[in-house]
């Protein structure tokens, strides 16, 4: 089985500083890899997927994220944040192909001041 | 308008009186998913179901059941509900299990 791990739990930032949020992930195989964000009070919705090919996913809203299968890691990036970032972000796995099980990490809380 | 409805989407029961949390999605997606949601764990994944008549078991499924009778519907079921089971609960609905999740808005669950 797979699992997530997210190791900053809160992340306080200033508004136009850089993000990087952690995620690494253990499974043995072939895995598709996701974030998602969850803004206050709503669902969640994804912010970017890497499936295959370029390691240098881009996403909505200015994020992108690097997979590192070395590492097996999938940090999140936003070169500048904003105030409206503020919310809980998650990193999920599940294995390619067999693709039944959607395993999440405890999610990271980004507060963006202003 | 996609999406993935929860009902309802607050409640607060007793010990023991079974209740049932619906998921509906119109967007003929084969494959739905219920999570919980905790402070400092996630989302962790209850059962899930890549089509109609077809369920298995996530990482947490003690206490609830499932049921997927139509494609676009898939209710969970809490027989006799506890204490422990008071949590924010999603459903989520995709094409298969590799594509990104819709996510609903979430049921608030109380079990007193």
């Known amino acids: 089985a797979q699992s997530v791990s997210q190791h900053n739990h809160h992340v306080i930032l200033s508004e136009a500083a850089s993000l990087e949020l952690g995620c690494n992930y253990s499974y043995g195989g072939t895995v598709n890899l996701f974030w998602y964000v969850q803004y206050p009070g709503q669902h969640l919705q994804l912010l970017l997927k890497y499936f295959s090919g370029d390691p240098l996913v881009k996403g909505i809203k200015g994020f992108e994220a690097e997979f590192i299968k070395s590492k097996f890691s999938f940090n999140l990036r936003k070169p500048s944040v904003q105030w409206s970032d503020t919310a809980e972000y998650f990193c999920?796995?599940?294995?390619?192909?067999?693709?039944?099980?959607?395993?999440f990490g405890s999610g990271t809380q980004l507060t963006v001041l202003p | 308008e996609a999406q993935v409805t929860q009902n309802p989407r607050y409640l607060i029961t007793v010990t023991g009186k079974k209740l049932t949390v619906t998921c509906s999605q119109n967007m003929n997606h084969e494959y739905m998913s219920w999570y919980r949601q905790d402070p400092g764990l996630g989302l962790r994944q209850i059962y899930y179901s890549m089509n109609v008549e077809v369920t298995d078991k996530g990482d947490v499924p003690e206490g609830y059941k499932v049921s997927r009778k139509e494609k676009r519907n898939f209710p969970l079921i809490l027989e006799s509900p506890s204490p422990n089971q008071t949590s924010l609960y999603f459903c989520?609905?995709?094409?298969?299990?590799?594509?990104?999740?819709?996510f609903g808005d979430g049921t608030r669950l109380s079990i007193l």
């Open positions: 999920a796995v599940n294995a390619a192909g067999s693709a039944r099980q959607l395993t």
């Open positions: 989520a609905s995709s094409w298969d299990g590799n594509q990104p999740q819709h």
